[in-house]
């Protein structure tokens, strides 16, 4: 077997299991699902259940550690010319895009999965914590500054794990007919004009 058929093997597997675990979730209740419903369900055995996610949690929320890593790859490749804010927002859109356009519509019952668990809310915010600690480092970076001694990678990282928590609040309220990126698009509006005040 090929290395590149191995590892589309292995990632079809992870969406099996993710998948799994979701529907079962939605359908039962987080309580109402073991790890052995979840590989029952995706045609694997419970062994190979945990090659891939250390819990029943990590199933449901089928977030790719990789992903953080291509968030801030990508930012890193960006034009250096550009500003780090705008860098940084075109980066988003791009990765709102890929989120929005997820097959089976995998985002949108995540979201509603994660909404009814709050255990899932908690889980979630620490992995954006992660990515968003990940982040100010690739800021850091591409500024000249340092995570530990200067506000504006951290700042910046974390206001960007805010933009996109709330395209992703806006979205769920929605019921998903909105657009993420034009959601993603319209907080960093807000942001770049300052967060001025609503009219009324």
Do not use: C
């Not at 359908?27 to 699902?33: P, S, T």
């Not at 800021?139 to 794990?161: E, F, K, N, Q, S």
């Not at 928590?165 to 993603?184: C, E, I, M, N, Y």
């Amino acid at each position: 077997m090929t290395s590149g058929l191995r590892e589309r093997k292995k990632l079809a597997t992870r969406l099996a299991l993710h998948e799994a675990a979701l529907q079962l979730v939605a359908e039962r209740g987080l309580d109402g699902v073991s790890v052995d419903d979840v590989a029952a369900r995706a045609g694997v055995s419970p062994r190979t259940f945990f090659n891939y996610f250390p819990t029943k949690d990590d199933a449901v929320l089928g977030l790719d550690p990789a992903d953080a890593e291509r968030l801030t790859a990508a930012l890193i490749a960006h034009p250096a010319e550009d500003p780090p804010l705008a860098a940084l927002r075109a980066v988003q859109l791009e990765q709102a895009a890929a989120m929005a356009a997820e097959p089976e519509g995998l985002w949108p019952l995540r979201l509603r999965v994660i909404e009814a668990h709050p255990v899932l809310v908690s889980r979630l915010h620490a992995v954006f914590g992660r990515s968003e600690r990940a982040l100010a480092e690739a800021i850091a970076a591409r500024t000249g500054t340092r995570v530990d001694a200067d506000v504006y990678p951290t700042l910046l990282a974390a206001v960007a794990g805010a933009a996109m928590r709330t395209a992703l609040h806006r979205w769920l309220g929605s019921d998903f007919t909105a657009s993420l990126p034009r959601l993603v698009d319209e907080a960093w509006d807000v942001l770049a004009a300052g967060l001025p005040a609503p009219r009324s």
